[in-house]
């Protein structure tokens, strides 16, 4: 059976930063792309971030470009989202990912989700 296991969510200033990660069993991350997405209240899930399965290749949304850093270590089939520079507007639930391909990953197309962990940035 496949499951994510999200943590790192929290309550953090404006400013202030996480790291998620994301720990996967049952399943091996590596043939995968993963990406981030999140939720906020009342809004629609959206794309983060998402990474290639080797690693080598990124996209970020831009609202979140220059802040958020995606990795991945796949010997230990995790997958990390580096928050930086909170906002107030970052506050959502945030979902790894798992797709055949990066651009299936950006435009949404997901074999495999993750359960989800909240971030909240308040003051």
């Known amino acids: 059976q496949v499951q994510f296991v999200e943590s790192g969510g929290g309550l953090v200033q404006p400013g202030g930063s996480l790291r998620l990660s994301c720990a996967a069993s049952g399943f091996t991350l590596a043939p995968y792309a993963m990406g981030w997405f999140r939720q906020a209240p009342g809004k629609e899930r959206e794309f983060v971030a998402a990474?290639?399965?080797?690693?080598?290749?990124?996209n970020y949304a831009d609202s979140v470009k220059g802040r958020f850093t995606i990795s991945r270590d796949n010997a230990k089939n995790t997958v990390y989202l580096q928050m930086n520079s909170l906002k107030p507007e970052d506050t959502a639930v945030y979902y790894c990912a798992a797709g055949q391909i990066s651009s299936r990953v950006v435009r949404g197309r997901i074999d495999y989700w993750g359960q989800g962990t909240q971030v909240t940035v308040s003051s």
């Open positions: 990474i290639s399965a080797s690693g080598g290749s990124t």
